[in-house]
């Protein structure tokens, strides 16, 4: 690389790194915990309602008709409340902002080549997928284009099977999801989510405390579910069998003593949807 392209590269870096350290993309980004907390409260609601075989209540929601309990279920049902789709864009840009954030963060924040450095990147990265998936469905609500995320899956899973190699390929994801949601549950019980936050005040710490490990471990073992769930796909070479949260919540309905199971995790997200707002205000930034 010239010494021209070089200090232009670096120019660029610190003009980013400029504009994350904004106040105004800070609040943006901490906006986007808030989002996130507000999908993960939905969603811990939708899967209460089915484990209490109820989700057919509040008929007139978008979300409750298409019987979703995952993240498409939680932004149908926000999209169909007067003001929804207000809180859609905020959603929506708050997200987007975090997002962002991560990604300026994997590729300009680190100095150093080392594995543990290599591995912050590659966790932001992840991060700023999840938070922008996030984004994107809520902007598609808000316009009114939303689609289930399930029928997505089922798709994206029988073009795979479709291809050479496809099942080795379902095989990744499900191992993949499986690591992931092993690793929210450690989160939770070793409570290392604590490095991405400021200390909090005293009389905060303990609830934070419970619902942050509450949270990362309910939703921990429903992504686990979800793993499981796309290797028997796999396995079975059935696109049908491989469904996001809404799949793993109803099968989880389905079995003996599930629901409870299921009630368990719906409370489980709603404390990662509170955790989520405390986050909003504590996290390091």
Request: hydrophobic share 50%; aromatic share 8%.
């Amino acid at each position: 690389m010239s010494d021209t392209a070089e200090h232009a590269a670096r120019e660029t870096g610190r003009q980013a790194r400029r504009a994350a350290d904004s106040r105004w993309f800070e609040l943006l980004a901490r906006g986007g915990f808030v989002g996130s907390g507000v999908v993960h409260l939905l969603i811990g609601y939708l899967a209460i309602l089915l484990g209490v075989g109820d989700a057919a209540a509040g008929s007139g929601s978008q979300g409750s008709q298409s019987g979703e309990t995952d993240q498409s279920g939680a932004l149908a049902q926000l999209a169909a409340v007067p003001g929804g789709v207000v809180l859609l864009w905020i959603v929506a840009v708050g997200t987007a902002a975090l997002c962002l954030r991560l990604v300026l963060e994997a590729v300009i924040g680190g100095r150093t080549d080392t594995t543990r450095a290599w591995l912050n990147r590659a966790k932001n990265i992840g991060k700023a997928v999840v938070y922008g998936v996030i984004g994107y469905s809520a902007g598609s609500y808000a316009l009114g284009a939303g689609k289930s995320s399930s029928g997505s899956t089922k798709s994206a899973a029988a073009q795979a099977l479709a291809t050479p190699g496809g099942v080795f390929l379902l095989l990744l994801v499900a191992a993949i999801a499986i690591a992931i949601g092993i690793g929210l549950v450690v989160i939770g019980i070793r409570r290392s989510y604590r490095k991405q936050l400021v200390t909090p005040p005293k009389s905060v710490e303990r609830p934070l405390t419970v619902v942050a490990v509450v949270g990362y471990v309910a939703k921990g073992v429903a992504v686990v579910i979800v793993g499981v769930l796309v290797a028997v796909a796999a396995f079975r070479s059935d696109p049908d069998q491989a469904t996001g949260l809404d799949g793993a919540f109803d099968a989880l309905h389905r079995m003996p003593g599930g629901v409870f199971v299921l009630i368990a995790i719906g409370i489980g997200f709603l404390a990662f949807g509170v955790y989520s707002f405390f986050r909003a205000k504590y996290a390091k930034l």
